[in-house]
């Protein structure tokens, strides 16, 4: 399941795309490659008990085939975002998307 996405600008004097090399993060919708390479991941992920994770993709902005679209990174332990996409911008919703999120994971596993 897609909680959110997003894309990250380089700083001027950095042309990494991080958070500790002053990189920003902007709005993102995502596009069809985006979308088909999260629904083929989730199930190995969930399978090996990985169920909030930041997939780091590059490729095309429009128009964006699963062909061209290329996963470059899997963040399983510290997802970027927690701590700088949450202080940068309130707009992603991130917190509340967590919550209810491992709220419905609870439920399901439990048979709530």
């Known amino acids: 399941e897609l909680l959110t996405s997003f894309g990250k600008i380089p700083d001027d004097d950095d042309q990494r795309a991080n ?10 919708e995502p596009q069809q490659g985006d979308l088909e390479l999260v629904e083929k991941m989730s199930p190995l992920l969930v399978k090996e008990g990985l169920h909030l994770v930041a997939l780091d993709v590059i490729g095309p902005e429009k128009d964006g085939t699963l062909e061209y679209t290329k996963l470059i990174e899997l963040n399983a332990r510290c997802p970027q975002w927690q701590v700088g996409l949450v202080s940068q911008t309130e707009a992603f919703d991130i917190p509340n998307k967590v919550i209810e999120y491992s709220e419905k994971l609870y439920r399901e596993i439990n048979g709530k």
């Open 19 to 28: 958070v500790n090399t002053g990189a920003k993060f902007i709005p993102f």
